[in-house]
């Protein structure tokens, strides 16, 4: 199997936040990878724009010192790293103001791609849309990137699609979830819609429930201010966890388009029930003898704010009626492991003595690390002594399918920012979904508000809050061991 890389077109990629910490650690790495990779040609620029003052040769400093310290060290060769700077320059660019921006129109090329990258916060989303059209870079061929968090609430989210259709239409709007770039997540739905096999058992006649887990050893690191305000709701499963389970979930699209799969996830999310309080458990970790706990972390005694959250979903449609969707996200857990899990209701009626045991099926989706799919199938444990029964893995993990090269995968953000490029809407998220995902998240968010209750406290290193176990086993089911 031999990956084919497509060059794009030439294009004009402004990064407006040139100089911030999303650029530094993904965006300048991503762009410089595609470059190595040969799919950014020469004649394309990419142009940083921010408020300080700087030359260009400073940006190519602050763009090699970020490439170097964020991509694998002996991926960067000085001579590459070279001619990839010769791509990037930079503006001074006063987002609430005037200055900078007949310069940076005067740079951007007519008659090819452009895309301006809003990697600032939303608060400045409107006077860039207001200044680039004012300037005359708002032609219908024009796209915008923009990161999450997309609101904080359905209230502040359609204000701002309010705000960008003003300017833009939405076939030029990239709404950014880093988790549909990831290489597993396309593969779910290659795997579902691509075999046979699955797709017939993919319902609540066959499938007892589905688990969704997105652990994180990390704590909230430097980002506490944000993340004080935010939650483990808002920053995790309003829009990561919440694509999953799109995913998962969603009809087959009538075609792998943008509108087609956008449709469908959003029947998905529409058709959620809302989740009962007492089938949601949020947890805040604690310190341990290395590490602060969130409280200390985040300078703030009195945070309420959740750090782990663990609830059972259901979707009210004919597939999935009376199947639970159990998800949960936390940080400070025992490992960074990511996976989605299907498991399959135990065979009817067992033909075998009690000795054999009850088993069932778990077809496993591994996002990261080892990206990889697994299937639990039931076999005669092997030798004699009777009908034993066993559970073993059909393991497909992607390295040892496809050798450890071709498995070395795109970084989320080098598939999707050639995917702005490429004009393919497919891996981003419309306006409405997102406010669809904001309805469902509000009233959960409100209802905690309302009781004033506090976080479950959890050890660091664990599998979050004791509340979180209990969801599942109250249901006679459990969590899967939280492992890479
Ligand atoms: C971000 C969240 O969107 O995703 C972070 O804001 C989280 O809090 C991160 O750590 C997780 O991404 P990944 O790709 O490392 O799983």
Redo the contacts with the bound molecule.
Sequence with gaps: MVSRVIPVEPFDLVIIGGTGDLARRKILPALYQRFVAGQIGKESQIIGAARSEMETESYRSFAAEAIREFTDTDEVKPRKLAAFLKLVSYVTLDAKGEAGWTTLSGMVQENRIRAFYFSVGPSLFGDLAKRLQKYGMAEDDCRIVVE?PFGRDLATAKELNRILARHFDESQIYRID??LG?ETVQNLMAVRFGNMLFEPLWNSQYVDHIQIT?A?S?G?GG?GGY?DRAGAMR??VQ??LMQLFCLIAMEPPAKFEPDSVRDEKLKVIRALEHVKPENIVRGQYDGDGQNPGYRNEVENRDSTTETFVALKAHISNWRWAGTPFYLRTG?RLRD?A?EIAVVFKDAPHSIFDEDAGRHHNILTIRL?PNEGIELGVTIKEPGPGGMRLVDVPLDMSFAEVLGPDEADFPD?YERLIMDVIRGNQTLFMRGDEVEAAWAWTDPIIAEWQAAGTEPEPYDPGGSGPEEALFLMHRDGRRWREIKP
């Design positions: 999450k880093h988790y990831k997105v994180e990390v909230v980002r993340y920053d995790m829009n990561h940080k960074r990511s990261q989320a």
